[in-house]
């Protein structure tokens, strides 16, 4: 269960890290105005908005691949924490910006939630 955990969480960690591209390096970019559906013209007004969640998605992989690092108890809080913080943002996005961001990024966070306290 405990490999099953990490692989999970790498993978919600490798997500983060495309969010912080896609938000950070593509916003303004035909490929990133598709994958959020924005005009070119919103996409350029938000840039730095935009560019300020990327970093956040960024410290959210960071802080998932600390706890894959750490390992053992210290490694299992950290998990659980930045778990955490990845479903009350995938929640509060489901809630305020599309329902899409709690198939992608909250029911991820449940899943390796659910598989750290079973490991």
Known sequence: MSI??????AVIALLH???LILE????TKPSGRRAFGTTAEFA???KALAANQGLYN???AAGLVWGLCL???AGF???VFFLTCVLV???FGGLTASRKILWIQALPAVVGLVLVHLA
Not at 4 to 9: K, L, R, S
Not at 24 to 27: A, D, G, K, N, P
């Open 4 to 9: 099953a955990a990490n692989v999970v969480i």
């Open 24 to 27: 950070m390096f593509l916003w």
């Open 71 to 73: 390992g053992g108890s």
């Open 58 to 60: 960024g410290f959210l």
């Open 17 to 19: 890290l495309w969010f």
């Open 89 to 91: 943002a995938g929640i």
């Open 77 to 79: 809080y950290v998990k």
């Open 44 to 46: 350029e007004q938000s």
